[in-house]
């Protein structure tokens, strides 16, 4: 029953997005290519991979995609770019038209939607016979799905709290570390020039990816949002915005417009991940800042939360020949030069991530945030999180009362879940 109610949501998310593709609405950015299964080309198999990085990031990951090309006998893998917010609708539409690409570049919270659906190929076997199966329990969780592995973890990042070091000595401000110390040092740090703190709460997963650490410190997870402990990450974080320390202009902010309000020196303070920090430093050379672990609640946990991708098999796809590239790309060392080429971290268990980035201040606060990172990793995840942005957004522009959001919240995620048990 799972199964069909999943194949039937993407077969209508499809459907949505028929007269678009038909239109070349995506085809400019988009070209599916030809179905799973892959060509030949020079002698070699073509197989694809369908990816959503984009300007350096891409730049990066397509260096090491021509090095396995020039390196393999057998295989030439082609990238496939589309936007993140067409990704899913073209998944959809590949899916029923069985012409999806080769690989898949998932985030790693859509990749047990994507098993239950019917669209990745179950590489179990070849992970278990891999020589080099070496992986952190999260990120390979978040691959996982009945017991059986759809991905591997290709990459892995989370989230701190940015600031600015000459602002938190002018107001006399030491770094934060727990909740309390966050709002006084918010509410030191506001001007009329400057906010405080900043964090997303924009309509997209960016706003649950930032609210988790928050809930995580309570020791609760976001489909525990109407409990007291989500209640009362919920009340937190309001109170800032309705003291004037956060900005509720942060419901149209994306990660990446507060790194530019943080670069600019607009806000002191703000959630964000490494991938920001090269943006940051290019913005504005002269800043003088640091990153700390995320402030915790007075008697919770550090928390942050787990973000990254896996890279998918599709089920009508060569497998051999999508295999010999992934574990090509997964391996030791292509995946801790890659990971630090593009300022992430390797998921892989063997690993040494704080060693790696040893000399860097910044990325190694990262990497030893490392072991606080909570994966997201549910079945009906992508549906859970569209009430946790509703909630956030009704919340912080007055809507509704925290513990009001929280608990309409709980009944439509409650609803969910009941759903998806079905």
Known sequence: MKLKKRLLAMTLAATLAVGLSACGGSGSTADPGSAGGGNSSGGKKTITLWHTLADSEQDTFSKYVDEFNAQSDDVQVEMVYMPQDEFLTQVAVGNLSSELGDILRVDNPDTIGFASSGVLAD?????????????????????????????VPSESNNIALYYNKAMLEEAGVEVPTTWSELSEAAKALTTDAVD???????????????????????????NEIGSEAGIDALTFINSMVQDGSMSV????????????????????????????????KEDNPDLDFG??????????DYATCLG???????????????????????SKEVNERYTYDQGKFSP?????????????????????????????HDLSWTEMSKQIQTMLQ???????????????CQTKIDTILAEAEE
Not at 202 to 220: C, D, L, M, R, Y
Not at 350 to 372: C, H, P, R, S
Not at 394 to 408: H, I, L, R, S, V
Request: aromatic content about 12%.
């Open 308 to 330: 990254g991708e896996n890279l998918c098999i599709t089920a009508n796809a060569d497998t051999d020949a999508a295999w010999e590239f992934i574990s090509w790309f997964c």
């Open 123 to 151: 590489i179990t076997d070849y992970y278990n016979n891999w020589d080099e199966a070496s992986y952190l329990e999260g990120p390979l969780e978040s691959a996982t799905y009945d017991g059986k592995i759809y991905g």
């Open 394 to 408: 009704e919340t912080y522009t007055g809507a509704k009362t925290p513990e009001q959001a929280a608990k309409d």
């Open 291 to 300: 990153v700390a672990l995320i402030p915790k609640s007075e008697n919770g």
């Open 348 to 376: 892989r268990s063997d690993a040494d991530n704080e060693a790696i980035y040893a000399d860097d201040e910044i990325m190694l606060t990262f990497a030893e945030n490392m072991q606080y990172a909570i994966a997201r």
């Open 249 to 280: 202009d942060c419901i149209n902010w994306s990660q990446a417009d507060i790194a530019k309000q943080f670069a600019a020196g607009n806000c002191a303070m703000m959630i964000n991940g490494p991938w920001n920090v090269a943006v940051v």
């Open 196 to 222: 405080g703190f900043a964090m997303s709460a924009i309509a997209n997963e960016e706003a649950t990816f930032q609210f988790v650490p928050f809930i995580g410190s309570e020791g609760k997870t976001i």
